[in-house]
Every structure is written in C-alpha cells, then in structure tokens.
C-alpha cells in the first residue's frame, strides 16, 4: 500500500475529524478578525514555505534557515525538498520548494517584517512579480489565527492554487493530527476532509515524479530523485574482523581493487567502513579508526573510475564523519543514528550532507541482548523508534530534505524480526507518516547482505555462500519500496535489483492507464 493510499484509508477513519473541522471553520472565521491582528501570547507554531531559483538554491535555503533560527523562529520540523517548474511566469529556472514549521513568540506582522529582512538581506530586490528571487518566504499559518491587513493575509491566500506549495505543506503533517494548532490547519481547507482532500482534489502525490514537479534529495551538488530507480550500496570493509569479509582489504592496494571491481560492477556507492559492528563487536577508538579509514577514503576518491559515484563513510563517531567529508566522502551512514555519539546530529548538521539514520537498539556489544529483543510488533516499533532519532536530528539541524532511514536488519533483530522487515516495508513507511509524512517519504536503504539470519534459514554457515539468499532478500526489499540496497556483491544484485525496477515501472504503467 502507498503512501497516497494510506493516507486515503486514514481519511476515511476521520469523520469525527472532519466535522470537527467544521466546527472550527466556523468558529475561527467568526472570532477572526478582519482587521490587523498582533498577537502577543506565547509561543505559536507556524508554518513557512521556502522557494528559490536564482544562484545556489539549496544555499540560499541553508542561510535563510539558519537567518529564522537566529531571529526567533525556531525550526521544528522540514518538509521534503521539491525541484518545480516556474508557474505563473514560465520564462525563468525552475525553483527549489520546501517548507519548516516553528514556533515563534513573535507576532504576526513582526514576524512578516523579519521575514521580508531575511530576504533583502540576501539580496531579493522588488522585481517581476512572480519572477526570479534567490529566496522566498511566505507564512502559510500562524498558529490558529486568520490574519487580514492592508499587507498580510494567513492563510496565505494561495495555497490552496499552488502544487509547489501544497506538497511541502503535506509533509509538515502526520496522517494523523498531532495537535489542536495543525487541526485548525485543516479547518482553513476549502474542503471538509482538510489538507488532505484539497491536496487529492489537486492531484495529490501522483503529481511528484513528473517534469514539472521532483521530490529530490541534495547530494555532491546534484539533485537525486530517487523514484526512478533503486540504487546499489557496494560494501567496502577495510577492518580485520567484520563478518563477511573481515581482514580481506585492510590494505590501500587491497581496498582500491575492490573498489574497482565493485565499480566496474555497476554500482552507484561505495559504502566505506573501518570498525566492525558485528554482534558482539568490540570498540575500537576514533585514531584507530581514522587511521583504517582515511588513507583508503583518499586513495578511492582519487580514482578515475570513480568519478560520479557517491561515497558513504560507515561510522557512527562525529569526528570520523567529520574528518571523512573534509577528504571528500559524500554522506555519512550511522548504524546508531546519533546514539552512540552525543556531538553526531549537530556535526552532521555543519557537515550538511545526507545522513543515514539506521534503527539500533544498545550498541554493537549488547544489541543482541534478550532486552533489546523484545517487539510486541517490530514494524510498528521500528517506525516509533527511528522516527524519534530523526526528529531528534530535524532538531539538531539536519532537514528531513537530507534523510535517508534504514530499519536495521540484523541489528538488535532475530531472524523472525528480519523477515518481518523485509515484508514490512510499507507499513513502516505508514507508520511513520502517521507522525510525519516528509520522514515516510525518505529513502530506504536496507542491508541484508550475507547477514547470519540467512544463512540460519539456508543452512549456510559461511557467509560467502549467502549471495542467493541475499538476492531474494533484495528482491523483497526492492519490491516492498527499499530504494538503496547495501551489498558485498554488486553485480548479482545489480541484476536483481535491474528486474524489480523493470517490474515496478510495469506496475505503474498498468495504474496510469
């Protein structure tokens, strides 16, 4: 079930909602006021949509952030990041589109008038209207408030027309409410069902993918979209203990040549790791690490052949990560997502690149523990967990735009628990957009690579004869919404891999006809 349909299914259990919407309508277009309305109370929840299209969007959109933390409007929560065709005047570059909400104790106006100075300051001038602008800040909702002045109107009165603007205002919510404020949101729709029914009316998530409007994800100064195809993690282990290959490519000479095979193998990323995380493992220190790490880091980036792919380092310290993305690497993969290392979430925030958040419970040493076994319902307990290590990170500054998550097969999971990830996928997308639809919508990376509960279920006690497996384990992934897979093998998993794309765009051409 995609999320578009579970968000259906979940309007459909909302009829008390929907007349409480009503009611609200009602009431607030009532008590509000025509005239100008300052509100000087406690802190509200607002929410901001962002656009850009002249020089670089993406940090125009870093320093406009960064500007609203600094006066007052503290982010709480990043929509999805949209690559849009212009509208209205189409002669210009497409735009970037996204949205925050925050909570401010600054009024209405006041809040206007900082916005309108972030944006002089960063060099938007009064031009074509509609026209280029290196930022654009619009306040879609002040807390419960209808606003009407000479130069203000929330809602904003545009909404409701634009696709640019409703996608990222979508993503904002959870398919259920999570508080009065983002119900009264909903209130303000133009239809009984809300957000949600205005958003369908208009085409809903069938108009993500196409020309005019990409769901995308910033990476090596490209915009990814990830819908079009599943992209392929190759494993590099340059430690002598991990378990599939552990000791093979501790040498620089050792490691490029894998490295090359598994490029030459067709695959999109090269995931670096220099300390095992098997079960049981042992820590070793950041120096350790670094000195495994960094000497194979800058002898594959200074490959030829690696020209145009991304490099992830595997760690789960800041100051690995941090060392790693200063000699070039691309995304940081953190089997702990921030746990392990209480300076992580903020390093990566100044780092701003994409981070893998991964579902761990305990550590390595005692992730396996009979304590960190327990699930009443795996799915739903991995969708609570991870999605509080991400809002965690959307605090910290890490935008939901650059997110990827990973349900951690193998890592404080027994077989059972695997298998049901592995079946599970789109009920943890719907679990977690039930508190966030921007998180539901990031990429999955999933890595079930020769990993022991396969080889439990095959009788395959090396893990080098759990290739097989793998690739069915893959192909269940791939085909459940996974949208990067971790492997040791590339090239038999490329294939597998190839099949269920082909398969899923014949699906998809069966839903459009």
């Known amino acids: ?147 009407h002045s000479d130069i203000l109107t929330i809602p904003h009165e545009r909404i409701w027309e634009r696709p640019f603007v409703m996608a990222p205002l979508m993503d ?41 409007m990409k769901r995308v994800l910033p990476i090596e100064n490209e915009l990814w979209d990830w819908s079009q195809r599943t992209s392929v993690m190759g494993i590099l282990n340059v430690t002598p203990d991990s378990f599939s290959d552990g000791g093979k490519f501790l040498s620089v000479e050792a490691a490029v040549s894998q490295a090359r095979l598994m490029i030459s193998e067709g695959t999109d990323m090269i995931d670096i790791g220099a300390q095992s995380t098997r079960p049981t493992a042992s820590r070793i220190s950041v120096e350790e690490e670094l000195d495994r790490l960094i000497p194979v880091l800058e002898a594959v980036i200074g490959m030829p052949e690696a020209e145009g792919k991304l490099i992830s380092v595997d760690t ?43 579902h761990m419970r ?13 699930y009443d319902d795996v799915c739903k307990q991995i969708a609570s967990e991870l999605y509080s290590r991400v809002k965690d990170a959307e605090l910290a500054g890490i935008p939901a735009w650059r997110i990827i998550i990973d349900p951690g097969i193998g890592f404080s999971k027994k077989t059972e628990h695997n298998l049901d990830i592995l079946m599970g996928l789109p009920n943890i997308r719907a679990d977690i957009a039930r508190k966030s639809l921007a998180v539901s919508h990031a990429p999955i990376l999933i890595g079930p690579s020769r990993k022991r509960f396969l080889g439990d279920i095959c009788y395959r006690t090396a893990a080098e004869e759990r290739d097989p497996a793998t690739i069915a384990s893959v192909t269940a992934s791939v085909l459940g919404g996974a949208n990067i897979v971790r492997v040791h093998n590339v090239r038999d998993n490329l294939d597998a891999v190839k099949v269920c794309d082909a398969m899923l765009k014949q699906r998809r051409s069966y839903i459009i006809t």
């Not at 305990?362 to 327990?374: A, D, F, I, Y």
């Open 1 to 147: 079930m995609n999320t578009l349909k579970q968000l259906l299914h979940t309007k459909h259990c909302f009829s008390g909602f929907t007349k409480y919407c009503r009611a609200l309508r009602a009431s607030y277009i009532h008590s509000a006021p025509d005239a100008s309305v300052e509100v000087h109370s406690p802190q509200q929840e607002v929410a901001i949509a962002l656009g850009s299209n002249v020089g670089d969007r993406l940090h125009n959109f870093n320093e406009a952030l960064e500007l609203m933390n600094k006066a007052g409007i503290c982010i709480t929560r990043h929509a999805c990041l949209y690559e849009t065709a212009p509208a209205y005047v189409t002669d210009q570059p497409h735009f970037l589109n996204s949205a925050v909400r925050a909570v401010t104790k600054l009024g209405p106006h006041e809040l206007l008038g900082v916005l309108k100075k972030i944006e002089k300051d960063m060099g938007r001038t009064d031009g074509i209207r509609y026209g280029p602008r290196p930022i654009d800040l619009d306040i879609l909702f002040y807390g419960k408030f209808k606003v």
């Open 172 to 212: 904002l919510l959870g398919s259920a409410a999570d508080c009065d404020t983002v119900t009264g949101w909903h209130s303000f729709s133009l239809h009984s069902g809300g957000i949600f029914e205005s958003w369908d009316k208009m085409g809903g998530e069938s108009l993500i993918g196409k020309e005019g």
């Open 316 to 358: 789960f310290y800041s100051e690995v990560a941090s060392e790693a993305v200063s000699k070039g690497a691309h995304l940081v993969n953190d089997i702990s997502a921030g746990q392990l290392d209480s300076n992580m979430l903020r390093v990566v925030a100044g780092l701003k690149v994409p981070y893998v958040a991964m």
């Open 362 to 374: 305990g550590n390595p040493s005692t992730m396996q523990n009979s304590e960190n076994l327990q």
